[in-house]
């Protein structure tokens, strides 16, 4: 079955970097594009980043334009998010998501703190 496993969250100070991972497996990874979202706490869950299957084509949100990087190694069936510059409300959980046929399925999430 579809697994995403995500890790590299954690507590980091305003203007600090941090690069979360997602572990892929029970699909074809180099044949899936795949997205990295957010939910912070009393908002709705918002896509960050998407790739598609080549790493050639990326989409970032507006609000990490130029500050985030989305990134794939299809030979670890991995996807990573560089994260640079974080402010406070960039503090989320960050979920990695795949669709595949027909399903969205998601990980369950590694929590992001941008604090001082």
């Known amino acids: 079955q579809v697994q995403l496993v995500e890790s590299g969250g954690g507590l980091v100070q305003p203007g600090g970097s941090l690069r979360l991972s997602c572990a892929a497996s029970?699909?074809?990874?180099?044949?899936?594009?795949m997205s990295w979202y957010r939910q912070a706490p009393g908002k709705e869950r918002e896509r960050v980043a998407r790739?598609?299957?080549?790493?050639?084509?990326?989409n970032l949100a507006d609000s990490v334009k130029g500050r985030f990087t989305i990134s794939r190694d299809n030979a670890k069936n991995t996807v990573y998010l560089q994260m640079n510059s974080l402010k406070p409300e960039d503090t989320a959980v960050y979920y990695c998501?795949?669709?595949?046929?027909?399903?969205?399925?998601w990980g369950k999430g590694t929590l992001v703190t941008v604090s001082s």
């Open positions: 790739i598609n299957i080549l790493g050639i084509s990326t």
């Open positions: 029970g699909f074809s990874f180099s044949a899936a594009a």
């Open positions: 998501n795949v669709w595949r046929e027909g399903m969205d399925y």
